[in-house]
Structure formats: C-alpha cells, structure tokens
C-alpha cells in the first residue's frame, strides 16, 4: 500500500487547489451575471430568459421523475446482488474472484435499470 501513497497524496493536493481557485472563478462568474441581470430592465427580463431556460418557470420543461429513477436504480442493485449471490452460491469460485462477480452483476444490473428508466421518462414525456 505504500506505493498508493505519492499518488493519493498528490491527488488530494492538486484537487483541493482546483478546487479552490474553481471557486472564485465561479464567485466572479456569478457576480458579473448578476451585474448584467441589474442592467436588463424588468419588460426584457423574460426575453432574455426563456429562451436559454426553455420554459421551466413557466412549467413547460421535462417533467423528470427522480423516484422512478431512484426505484430502478435500487431495484437493479438488488437484482444484481441477487444475481451475484446465485453465481457465487452455485459455481463457487476463487475467493477473489467473488468480488469481482458481485460488483460487476450490481454495475450492469443497475445500469439496465437507469437505461429502462430513461426510455420509460421518454415514453411518458412524449404523452
């Protein structure tokens, strides 16, 4: 584990800088946007808006439904650890290899579930 170190080490480091200098960027970016929206006067404001918001105060955006997103998601996680429990149970693989089973059937089984999900939210969009 020692060789984990410099490169943990250095990671933690350059990412906090990022971190940090990405932040005051962001702190002068808002400024100036709210410096220009101040100039815009009140009759524009909604001109200027909606065309880059595409109608979400106006509630015309995508409906998104995180439940069903959160439900599939844990739904095939438990599909993919039922899976991998079966795998393992039957075939009775190396020790080491019984991670590797259970942490790939839990990536793909979830990962079908987001995808089912998406094309359910689009299905129901299109109504």
């Not at 709210?34 to 979400?56: H, W």
């Not at 987001?114 to 129901?124: A, D, G, M, P």
Request: aromatic share 14%.
């Amino acid at each position: 584990m020692e060789w984990l170190e410099v490169p943990l080490n250095l990671l933690i480091v350059f990412g906090t800088m990022y971190l940090v200098f990405e932040l005051f960027a962001r702190r002068g970016e808002r400024k100036l946007l709210i410096e220009k929206m101040t100039e815009i006067r009140a009759e524009d404001f909604g001109k200027v808006i909606s065309p880059y918001l595409s109608g979400m105060f106006a509630g015309q955006g995508k409906k998104h439904s995180s439940a069903l997103r959160w439900g599939m998601l844990l739904a095939g996680i438990g599909i993919g650890l039922l899976l991998g429990f079966y795998m393992v149970y039957y075939y009775e693989p190396v020790w080491s290899t019984r991670e590797i089973i259970y942490t790939s059937c839990v990536c793909i089984c979830g990962g079908i579930a987001l995808v089912i999900s998406y094309v359910i939210e689009n299905k129901s969009n299109k109504n």
